[in-house]
């Protein structure tokens, strides 16, 4: 069974940066599954944040991070990656990745979720 771990979150000043990191186990993600980022506060609902296909041909963003975020995948690693850049307050969340057949920046269709790192951004 497919398993995922994030890591990279942390505390960071406004205008900074971090790379959240989604490594896989159980399976190789290459050509198998869709990559979804999240991030989800407390008493709020899940938002959509990135996505990349499982070749890793197309990528989608919200709105909110167009721009600032870059999502990737290292194959050799069965790694997916959330460079983030420019980062706001109001990107203080718990981020998840999460597998699935489709990128799509809503969170349903995907089959495995990680954990979440906590990401926050003040000064």
């Known amino acids: 069974q497919l398993q995922l771990v994030e890591s990279g979150g942390g505390l960071v000043h406004p205008g900074g940066s971090l790379r959240l990191a989604c490594s896989a186990s159980?399976?190789?993600?290459?050509?198998?599954?869709?990559i979804g980022w999240f991030r989800q506060a407390p008493g709020k609902e899940r938002e959509g944040v990135a996505c990349i296909s499982s070749s890793g041909a197309s990528t989608n963003y919200a709105d909110s991070v167009k721009g600032r975020f870059t999502v990737s995948r290292d194959n050799a690693k069965n790694t997916v990656y959330l460079q983030m850049n420019t980062l706001k307050p109001e990107d203080t969340d718990i981020y998840y990745c999460?597998?699935?057949?489709?990128?799509?920046?809503?969170?349903?269709?995907?089959?495995?979720w990680g954990q979440g790192t906590q990401v926050t951004v003040s000064s």
């Open positions: 999460a597998a699935g057949p489709t990128c799509a920046i809503v969170p349903f269709g995907y089959d495995f």
């Open positions: 159980g399976s190789t993600l290459q050509y198998r599954y869709a």
